[in-house]
């Protein structure tokens, strides 16, 4: 049962723009959503998160966007870097346990 | 501050043979998680401890997966035996106690089943 689905699985915009990643869910009861990078060979690492109470959080360069109406969060890249360039996973959770993962947008950005 | 780390980084069995990966969270962090990613796929939940005790194993194939954290500290995720469906890379991420939101992982091991 695949709870978080990512169905983007690659994403080329050019350095400067902004980069959007999608990520819909279908479990009411997460209560929580994070998104993390992953480069090859290396684990996941956090990048940033958001509560269920919430609609929008903003970390510098990344803004994540929560619409519980439409099971649907995205998250935001402005202004996108070569670096940035990694695997994303969208996550979420049920009272911090069992957390679910997509299966990861692949982002390049493009000198 | 050390990361989790994990051991072997690479390893590669026959079908039916047995393998052990090893995991040390990062120190001080009481939850400790073990992850099953296929390629392709996202990480998928294999067994979650608290201290040494389990919280959740509930997608963990228990006829031939098996996973320890004794003292509450390290631990080891084993399979017996393996089977091809097994290739994947084993991952293995940490938390503080009461947020376990935000998991740290290590490099994880990377499983050829032959």
């Known amino acids: 049962d695949q709870q978080v689905k990512q169905n983007s699985p690659s994403l080329s915009v050019q350095e400067g723009r902004i980069s959007i990643l999608n990520c819909d869910y279908t479990n009411s009861m997460f209560d929580y959503f994070l998104w993390y990078k992953k480069y090859p060979a290396e684990g996941p690492t956090f990048l940033i998160s958001?509560?269920?109470?919430?609609d929008k959080n903003e970390d510098g360069r990344f803004t994540v966007f929560l619409n519980k109406s439409a099971k649907h969060l995205s998250l935001h890249i402005v202004p996108s870097q070569p670096g940035d360039s990694a695997v994303y996973f969208c996550a979420a959770s049920v009272f911090n346990n069992d957390m679910r993962f997509g299966a990861g947008t692949r982002l390049t950005v493009k000198p | 501050e050390a990361g989790v780390a994990q051991s072997p980084r690479y390893k590669i069995i026959e079908k039916r043979q047995s393998v052990a990966f090893w995991c040390n969270p990062i120190s001080g962090h009481a939850t400790l998680y073990w992850y099953q990613q296929i390629l392709g796929q996202g990480p998928k939940l294999l067994i979650q401890f608290q201290n040494n005790g389990v919280v959740d194993d509930s997608q963990l194939p228990k006829d031939r997966f098996s996973a320890e954290r004794l003292k509450g500290v390290d631990s080891t995720l084993k399979i017996q035996p393996a089977k091809l469906e097994d290739s994947a890379v084993y991952l293995c991420a940490s938390s503080l106690a009461g947020n376990s939101y935000e998991q740290y992982f290590g490099p994880g091991t990377r499983l050829t089943v032959t």
């Open positions: 958001i509560s269920s109470i919430k």
